[in-house]
């Protein structure tokens, strides 16, 4: 009997949600839940008002929910418990999302993780288990390379006047903000990171300026120099990137692994099709 699974990969700014149901996919997004921030009841009301009305009526067999700040199982249990309100019958697994990016872009082979998005982590992946972590620090300490650790940049580079008039003028342009409402959004307002991170499509848009060009170059060289070089097997095995910032700057990447002598593997906007490829082979060995 075919069973109906629902796969979640979740960064801090937006989850995306994959239901595998008689053998066809469908995709369906919601904010990013973070258990470092929200609370099981916050979660759950977030599932409640943004999943499609069809999907919190539905029966699920099994959840396979990959997050960002479940790496511990205190913070694992806050997404579990607000999932289990809205789906009590289903069998349901929450790990972290350094976990799906590792399955999604390694399958059961050894290889290298990253993950580039709204904040960034990495991983040495042997196959089944994640065998070394270079620590992500969160976008105060760290996250070099992330959409929030680029958008900081570009913020510091606004404020200290160190963009060029041409990108100065586009930057108001572009967000219409002013030194006033960034500190307050980030010193007094939720999800700084999130809003930091927005800043980050700027650098896409102004490829080709060497002030962008330096920044992200600056930014993904920081990320390669105090992560991936931590890896002792990080010239033996491919090293793969997910992520939004991965995605567009794919390569700015390429060619500073060439730099580096590191082998790059796959580069994805978002893991999910790599967890569906991987659940619905797990799912199809089960049948035999």
Known sequence: MAISILIADSGATKTAWRLLENGKKSTFYTSGISPYYMTKDEIQRLIQKEFPKKMRSKSIDEVYYYGTGCKTTSKANIVLRAIKEIYPTSSIHVTHDLMGAAIATCGNKKGIACILGTGSNSCYFNGSRLMANSPGLGYVLGDEASGAYFGKVLVQHFLYKKLDKALEKSFIQVFNTNKEEILHQVYKEPFPNRYLAGFAIFLSMHRGHYIIE????DGLREFMGTHLLSY???REVPIHFVGSIAFHFKDKIDEL??????HLG???????????????K??????K
Not at 214 to 217: H, S, T
Request: proline content about 6%; charged content about 20%.
């Open 282 to 287: 797990k799912s199809a060995r089960k049948k």
């Open 266 to 280: 796959q580069v994805f906007q978002n893991p999910i099709d790599g967890l569906t490829h991987f659940h619905l």
């Open 214 to 217: 330096n920044i992200i170059e």
């Open 232 to 234: 002792p097997q990080a």
């Open 257 to 262: 692994c060439k730099v580096y002598g590191f």
